[in-house]
């Protein structure tokens, strides 16, 4: 198809803004905006597994709360006593609280996993699902790196808050609770203590969890631009064009630069708050002593066992872990809202181009092709000049037109409307009466082929990338539409023959070869209506010969729009629409057009 970017504005390109890494306010808004409701809201077709796992922790915790006064017990009772038997059955209930927990772990573990890798698989889903949905004008806005780092480097950096956060809350509170209430039941004097350090706990993890927010953003920032220049660099396309133009070591410079940056950031993460945190463990690790020195002082000398002392300074320890383990998820999800927050705008996207609310029931099999265009005016986002402009013309089943013109005259742009790559922003296209935006998306595409001269095949083999097109096809009806597309002898002359690998982009065929396969592909669909988008262009006079005569043949009975700029192609179109500046200035026959000494006899001279 001719370009389209002209008409779109300025695109999103990575030229000049490569390897910035700063957090803008937009992306500050959108972190702060993301609500841990939406969040929560991921779990929520998983509330009975997620209360078994509660369930689990909690039971975990409590069983887990008696080791300590088994401790005490052994201490002050089995061993003074020198109760053998009382000792026995101490220890016993302490490698048994140890067994139970264990299990419990790994029990609460495989589930808690389970459900988060089904959230993670549901939201990269969702996302390209919602992508697949898009508007080529999106596409034709975004990098597609950027998408690509999206669906796997953010959501792929949600795996651990995704995953593990929701157990690691109950998880932790749980045990911390408990143990709170088992150090109060020991001492309750002894538990202030320990508690006065919750404060500065707080204070200083939220602070760290901003300062990682912020380095997130900009770590993603950078590896979308990391896999926009491998996506650039390393593709066939990008390689050749780098051979071609000696930039393999500007690039190469490139590409170590950014991940030069992304070094530095990911040590800023991993660094952010370091010190902070470090200062809370040198607290956590004195309370001990403190308690130590309050249990000898003159007024509460006496009052409790040693028994008790050592049992609650194992308790305090113990508190230490799921404090701390409750502090850095807070870190981690107060930090991953970035990332949150990038997938989210893209699932907010509006559908510009979408299935219709109370579609028409059309039977792709029943339609005849009758195309129209009424009052057809279209302009691309971002572009004040209308890319076609109020085009009349009218198309019978079974016919052929043909759109000439100038470069950016409108004519791939008009023909994209048919396949309703785009919507018109004035007038309607229509086929048998029916406004395409009334028709599901599915029978559109049943209904309309398209072949267009940038040829886009997968790295498959032959007969798949025609199977494409028709899952269900049997081999016979594909190696038929190759027959029709004048490409069967090629491919049969292949060492492995259908079952021949196409490479990236199908790069080991010529141009006219994939354009040839590109044909049969849509011919096995077999659709009412034809777009050739310069669909012979790369064809030598011979093949396209060939091809031609086979398009003659299978445009029989179908309705045929043909762009082309070589006017000996169109010569026996049943209608020749000439375009200029997205409007039709002439239309008839290729006799009646060179009668009139127009603008088509121009082209043709």
């Known amino acids: 198809m001719e370009p389209i970017e002209a008409h779109q504005g300025r695109s999103s390109g990575s030229g000049g803004r490569r390897g910035r890494s700063e957090v803008t306010a937009v992306e500050k808004s959108q972190a702060r905006e993301v609500s841990l409701r939406r969040i929560g809201g991921l779990f929520r077709g998983y509330r009975w597994p997620l209360t078994i796992v509660t369930a689990i922790i909690v039971a975990s915790s409590i069983v887990a709360m008696a080791s300590p006064f088994l401790l005490r017990a052994v201490i002050d009772q089995a061993l003074p006593q020198q109760n ?5 059955w101490l220890v016993a209930g302490m490698l048994a609280v140890a067994a139970v927990t264990a299990a419990l772990g790994v029990i609460q573990t495989w589930i808690s996993t389970n459900i988060g890798q089904q959230v993670m698989h549901s939201l990269r889903s969702d996302v390209f699902a919602h992508l697949q949905r898009q508007s080529i004008a999106f596409f034709t806005h975004t990098r597609t790196g950027e998408v690509q780092s ?8 949600m795996q651990s808050v995704v995953t ?5 809350v109950a998880s932790n509170l749980t045990t911390a609770v408990a143990t709170a209430v088992a150090m109060a039941a020991l001492s309750w004097r002894l538990s202030l203590i320990s508690l006065v350090v919750m404060p500065p706990a707080i204070y200083l993890t939220r602070k760290v969890a901003r300062m990682r927010r912020e380095i997130t953003a900009q770590r993603q920032r950078e590896l979308a631009d990391l896999n926009v220049t491998i996506e650039e660099g390393l593709s066939i396309s990008g390689v050749q064009l780098s051979k071609t133009m000696g930039t393999g070591p500007s690039l190469v410079e490139r590409f170590t630069s950014s991940s ?19 200062s809370m463990s040198v607290i956590f690790a004195a309370i001990p002593a403190v308690i130590y020195l309050s249990a000898g002082l003159p007024v509460t000398a006496g009052t409790m066992t040693i ?5 609650f300074t194992a308790l305090q320890a113990a508190l230490f872990r799921p404090l701390m383990g409750l502090l850095n998820v807070g870190v981690s999800l107060t930090s991953s809202l970035a990332l949150f927050a990038r997938i989210f705008e893209y699932l907010d996207l509006p559908v510009d181009i979408a299935d219709p609310v109370d579609a028409v029931a059309v039977d792709p099999a029943q339609v005849s092709g009758h195309v129209r265009f009424e009052d057809v005016t279209f302009a691309y986002q971002g572009s004040d000049t209308a890319a076609v402009a109020g085009v009349n013309l009218d198309v019978p089943a079974g016919t052929t037109l043909a759109l000439v013109g100038e470069t950016g005259s409108g004519k791939s742009t008009l023909a994209s409307l048919v396949a309703r790559l785009h919507d018109p922003s004035g007038g309607r296209v229509t086929i048998d009466g029916v406004d395409l935006r009334e028709i599901k998306l599915g ?51 292949l060492p492995e023959g259908y079952d021949t690998m196409v490479g990236s982009r199908g790069h080991r065929f010529s141009g006219g070869e994939k354009q040839r396969i590109a044909i049969a592909r849509t011919l096995l669909r077999n659709p009412r209506v034809l777009v050739l988008d310069e669909a012979t262009s790369a064809l030598d006079n011979e093949t396209e010969r060939a091809v031609q005569q086979a398009f003659d043949t299978l445009a029989r009975g179908r309705t045929t729009i043909t762009i082309a700029h070589r006017l000996s192609t169109v010569h026996d179109a049943d209608q020749i629409a000439v375009m200029d500046q997205g409007r039709v200035v002439e239309s008839g026959t290729h006799h009646s057009l060179l009668g009139q000494d127009g603008r088509y006899a121009a082209l043709a001279a």
Request: charged share 20%.
């Open 84 to 88: 053998l038997a009382l000792l026995v």
């Open 150 to 157: 999206r669906i796997t480097n953010d959501i792929g950096g």
């Open 164 to 168: 593990s956060t929701a157990t690691s």
């Open 260 to 278: 030069s940056r992304l070094i530095d950031l990911e040590l800023r993460s991993e660094l952010a708050g370091r010190w902070r945190m470090a």
């Open 307 to 311: 028994g008790t002392l050592i049992a």
């Open 443 to 493: 029978d559109l595409a049943a209904i309309v082929g398209v072949v267009s001269q940038e040829t886009y095949l997968l790295h498959t083999t032959v007969r798949e990338n025609l199977r494409y097109a028709r899952p269900d096809a049997t081999d016979a009806q594909i190696e038929a539409a190759a027959r029709a597309a004048q490409v069967h002898d090629l491919i049969a002359g």
